[in-house]
């Protein structure tokens, strides 16, 4: 590989570039194959980078490693829109796509995680969004009120449809957005 037309001759030097190149690759990856096959970690965070810049609509954007007891995984946030007790955010967490709550206070999250779980759920079969009940709920500060497993576009060719999911993702914002408005404006959460 040449930059600039001209090769490196130091050994240094072209292991780095070499070590760049490769790192730029993993990171694009998602461009040239499914996301739905083995990905890496690096490969979500350059998938993330580019969501996070085609997302201008998009508030309190984040992402990164996120631990956990099962291994952890990397995500991307957005949203923090406020409701009573709380505020609903979206994140990705790699192939699955989740609607999660914050709640700060220990004695009501269980209520308010279930209020809105079932506030979402219904609103989103009316909306023919994809989402569902998470197999398992937790009950810490961020919480999973909703899930949609495979939330991105794909194109004819496999591959990410980039616009499309960028759309896809605005669209269910400015959703999660007027719910967290009305949940807001109504007592019952």
């Known amino acids: 590989m040449r930059v600039l037309g001209v090769a490196p001759t130091n050994d240094i030097l ?3 570039r070499d070590w760049l190149w490769q790192r730029e690759q993993t990171a694009t990856a ?3 194959a499914p996301l739905n096959g083995p990905i890496s ?12 810049g085609g997302a201008s ?3 309190h954007v984040g992402w990164g490693y996120v631990a956990n007891p099962a291994g952890g995984f990397q995500a991307m946030w957005w949203g923090f829109y406020p409701v009573e007790g709380g505020e609903l955010y979206l994140q990705l967490q790699q192939r ?5 709550v914050v709640v700060p206070d220990k004695g009501r999250r269980r209520a308010l995680r279930n209020g809105w779980s079932q506030r979402v759920l219904s609103a ?3 909306a023919g969004w994809g989402l ?5 709920f937790g009950s810490g500060l961020y919480m999973a009120v909703a899930v949609w497993p495979d939330w991105w576009v794909v194109g004819e060719d496999g591959l ?7 759309a896809r993702l605005e669209a269910l914002d400015a959703w999660v957005r007027r719910l967290a408005d009305q949940g807001s404006s109504s007592s019952g959460t």
């Open 14 to 16: 072209r292991e780095y």
């Open 132 to 136: 569902r009940r998470p197999k398992h």
């Open 96 to 100: 699955t796509l989740a609607v999660r």
């Open 160 to 166: 990410v449809d980039l616009p499309g999911t960028l």
């Open 30 to 32: 998602w461009r040239r």
């Open 57 to 59: 609509w998009a508030r």
């Open 41 to 52: 970690g690096r490969t979500w965070q350059g998938f993330y980078s580019a969501l996070e």
């Open 124 to 126: 989103a079969a009316d």
